[in-house]
């Protein structure tokens, strides 16, 4: 792929966890103590698959639930998954966790070189005092924030992209000159192509099987490009 690629492209929209922000690292990390306590022998794998398998679920029956309260009920469904108790104070933590989710370190000087050429959109699965840290994390300044929070569901729900393209029109801008990056095929990519935009696929598993903490997609999902990192991305992109 080369720059010229992006001549008619003026905005790029991101998920963030999972594609700039490093939540599986994250994730592991805020439930290693309980996961010690209880059963060591879980391997960082079981942990995202029980992960994956819960956060979804949740999402769909609390859509307007915020991201903390999510993740509270999704720590104590993976402990009925493990057999192993979980407290209110321990699934509060997890709720909270987000604001110690590390970023990807590509991820930083990335955005900010897109950002010479690109408006930035985050479109993502979080509260808005969540994201506001990881936002400190990442050291940019974004031109729109959507999140669950604002809309009232989560990825891959409909209302989210509509939404996004609200946003997009409110920067002046048309849908063709959009598009979306995302690692999660299943929350991004799929209903990124129901509303016609183009998606850019940064495959941060590439070195690993399966799909970690996000569910499998639904079927067949073909983004128009795949980079295995941000930066990559960003030198593709000529910036």
């Known amino acids: ?86 407290s209110d104070a321990e699934a509060d933590a997890f709720g909270g966790s987000v604001v110690d989710w590390p970023a990807f370190g590509d991820s930083t000087d990335a955005l900010r070189r897109l950002s010479t050429r690109f408006s930035l959109i985050i479109l993502s699965n979080v509260d808005r005092a969540s994201f506001a840290h990881s936002n400190e994390r990442l050291g940019v300044t974004f031109d729109r924030i959507v999140t669950a929070e604002d809309v009232g569901s989560y990825k891959p729900a409909p209302a989210n992209f509509a939404a996004l393209l609200a946003a997009v029109e409110g920067l002046g801008l048309e849908r063709h000159q959009l598009v979306h990056v995302a690692e999660s095929l299943y929350h991004d990519h799929q209903p990124a192509k129901v509303v016609g935009l183009r998606t850019v696929w940064i495959h941060r598993r590439h070195a690993q099987a399966g799909f970690g903490a996000t569910p499998e997609p639904l079927g067949d999902v073909t983004p128009d490009w795949r980079f295995t990192s941000m930066a990559e991305f960003a030198d593709a992109a000529g910036v």
């Open 1 to 86: 792929m080369v720059a010229d690629r992006f001549d008619d492209v003026a905005a790029l929209s991101f998920d963030c966890y999972g594609t700039l922000i490093d939540w599986e690292t994250g994730i592991t990390r805020a439930l290693q103590p309980w996961i010690e306590r209880h059963d060591p022998a879980v391997s960082r794998d079981q942990v995202l698959a029980a992960f994956s398998a819960n956060e979804t679920t949740v999402q769909g029956e609390m859509p307007g639930a915020r991201y903390p309260v999510v993740l509270a009920e999704v720590m104590r469904r993976i402990g009925g998954r493990l057999g192993a108790p979980v």
